[in-house]
């Protein structure tokens, strides 16, 4: 006989007794400093891993600490009662490097609350998303009306270069009815939101060499080109005067449907005075539907250590958000064969591939997405959630769709537009947080309701 689901009253009384003790674990995660990237300490990595994993088997999960020639993924399993769906939860707990720590008003792996919003590094990107799993587990503790799968990634910020290798070789394990991927946005405080598509990406880096070793400013400005000016005109010319992406072959559309007031994106950008927008048409088609192309960084002599001399060679790396529809590959040969094509002065010009991931579109339809919504409604006192796009890319999104294209596929979120991730000061509103974690309860009741 399948037992009741526990009624909307007792699931928010429930979720409310158990935010104090989600919040005291969200910080002891953040406390650890577990950067994937090539040269941190991957020892924290590993403490971050073992930490999701008690913290797993404290909602009575069994669990597994997996890899495959990666970091640590974790794997949480509990089996469905009789008749009900399988839920598989996503999150990730590997953070972004900090970069400049002198950007930061407070210690990013020490979390601070100011003005309703804690400050830490991965506090929202993507340690609440793991946070919210568990406080709907907790939730329902031994009521819990589906089976759930718990799959916790250790290097989503580093590319999940493993993780296709994970997903098909734990497939029979992690093999569910409804996937929930909590690593995305809501639209604004107050207003949730389901993500139906997102960008791809291709990362690579450019270098331009014009001279086998640096030479005399002097002696020899004025004929020989420097690699660094070189690097600057090969790089504007990615750009047409208005902003669009001037790359041929790179896809591109327009229709969103959801309008991004200027006033209220300038502010949430940070855009300075007197900086205007790149690009033409509605804001959300250039944010969503449209390809990006943005410079990270460059290497070069620092102003303070420059002689005077013509720098031989000169290196950037470049990230290319791509429109859903294209290929990351396509994208990729289009890049590289405009720097080719626009080399200044006969420079020689290299062009190395990263890494890239595919863009993705989610049919938002059916009972499932209909419980989801229906979640956020009541979490969020009525409101409706609006379907957005996302800039950002979540390229494993692309190998769920293909390894379980029966399941339905809810992307959903901590984050606001305040939330900074990835940059200094992250932070997550408290409040939002409480309303995600009592969303998600919601959900895993709403999917039992929708499958009896």
């Known amino acids: 006989m399948t037992s009741p689901i526990l009624s909307e009253s007792e699931v928010r009384a429930a979720v409310e007794r158990e935010m104090p003790g989600v919040r005291a674990d969200l910080e002891r995660l953040v406390r650890i400093p577990g950067i994937a990237f090539e040269g941190f300490d991957h020892s924290h990595v590993e403490r971050s891993a073992e930490a999701v994993a008690e913290l797993l088997r404290g ?12 970091q640590p ?23 972004q490097p900090v970069g400049d720590r002198s950007l930061w008003e407070s210690d990013p792996f020490e979390p601070v609350e100011r003005d309703g919003r804690l400050y830490a590094r991965g506090a929202a990107d993507d340690k609440a998303g793991i946070m919210a799993h568990i406080a709907a587990l907790r939730a329902y503790g031994d009521a819990l ?101 001037a790359v041929d072959g790179l896809i591109g559309r327009e229709g969103a449907v959801v309008d991004y007031p200027e006033d209220r994106f300038r502010a949430e950008a940070g855009l300075a005075d007197g900086v205007r927008f790149i690009g033409t048409g509605r804001i959300t088609d250039r944010l969503w539907t449209k390809p ?43 890049v590289r064969a405009h720097l080719e094509k626009h080399a200044p002065w006969g420079a020689q010009v290299t062009v190395t591939f990263e890494h890239d991931g595919d863009p993705c579109v989610i049919d938002a339809s059916g009972p499932m997405f209909d419980a989801a919504r229906s979640a956020f409604r009541a979490a969020w006192d009525g409101t409706d959630p609006v379907d957005i796009g996302v800039g950002g890319s979540i390229p494993f999104i692309a190998t769920f769709q293909e390894m379980f294209p029966e399941a339905a596929i809810l992307v959903t979120g901590v984050e606001d537009p305040h939330a900074r991730a990835h940059g200094p000061n992250e932070s997550l509103h408290l409040g939002e947080f409480a309303r995600v974690c009592l969303a998600e309860a919601l959900l895993l009741g709403n999917v039992a309701a929708a499958r009896r």
Do not use: Q
């Open 59 to 70: 909602c009575g999960l069994d669990v597994e600490i997996v890899r495959s020639g990666g």
């Open 73 to 95: 993924a974790v794997i949480g399993r509990r089996a469905a009662p009789p008749g009900a769906p399988t839920v598989l939860l996503y999150a990730h707990h590997d953070v």
């Open 145 to 245: 009306p589906v089976g759930v799968v718990l799959f916790v990634e250790g290097e989503e910020e580093y590319g999940s270069d493993s993780l296709e290798r994970l997903l098909a070789e734990h497939r029979d394990e992690i093999a569910s009815d409804v996937i929930v991927i909590a690593d995305s946005s809501n639209w604004d405080i107050g207003v949730p939101a389901l993500t139906t598509s997102l960008r791809g990406i291709v990362n690579c880096f450019v270098e331009v060499r014009t001279l086998d070793h640096a030479v005399h400013s002097g002696m020899f400005g004025g004929a020989v080109p420097d690699a660094l000016t070189t690097l600057v005109r090969l790089l504007a010319t990615l750009h047409d005067d208005a902003g669009d992406v």
């Open 292 to 334: 990006a192309l943005a410079v990270l960084g460059i290497d070069a002599p620092s102003t303070g250590e420059a002689p005077n001399a013509l720098v031989p060679a000169a290196k950037a790396k470049l990230s290319i958000r791509l429109a859903p529809g294209d290929d990351p590959k396509r994208a990729y040969a289009a």
